[in-house]
């Protein structure tokens, strides 16, 4: 099953309610007049995302909907499938975003999300364990942790389930 987080936008928009609203923020003429806020609600998690801070509601639709793609990434877990050989379970986006046990990818690039999804949903997986997570991944553990610690909640979430599980914190 594909994670929220990977799928396109034009899809997970339709599975998610929104609500515009008045923003608020620096005062002005036009200051809470204008419905421009966005608040999207992922509606299978009821996870939901907002922007407020662009004068266009198309603009803050956007904004909210890549904060969403963050916060599904982050709080919502997705079953990893079973290995497909030497206990590698990278999926298509990943293999292509990988060189050389390398992620190549920009925090800000619109694949970051899902691929920082399926790294989460991996290191679940894995008993948030990371070696093992990037093994199982193809890339180098560094490499991994680089991926999760540009994504500060993300990076905190680990460092929960991992204290949870009784494991020291990563730093």
Request: charged share 25%; proline share 9%; net charge positive.
């Amino acid at each position: 099953m594909t994670h929220p987080a990977a799928i396109p936008e034009e899809e997970l928009l339709k599975r998610c309610t929104v609500t515009r609203n008045r923003g608020g923020g620096p005062g002005g003429q036009r200051k809470n007049k204008v419905e421009t806020a966005a608040i999207l609600t992922h509606d299978p998690t009821g996870i939901s995302a907002q922007a407020a801070e662009r004068r266009s509601q198309k603009e803050n639709q956007r904004v909210a909907l890549r904060r969403l793609r963050h916060a599904l990434a982050v709080r919502h877990r997705a079953p990893v499938p079973p290995p497909k050989g030497m206990d590698e379970i990278a999926s298509p986006l990943w293999r292509s975003r990988r060189q050389n046990q390398k992620i190549v990818c920009n925090p800000d690039h619109a694949d970051y999300p899902a691929l920082l999804a399926e790294a989460l949903d991996v290191l679940a997986d894995s008993g948030w364990k990371p070696r093992r997570a990037a093994l199982r991944l193809g890339v180098t553990m560094s490499q991994l942790l680089k991926l999760v610690r540009a994504h500060p909640p993300a990076w905190g979430e680990l460092n929960r389930r991992r204290a949870a599980r009784k494991l020291p914190p990563l730093s």
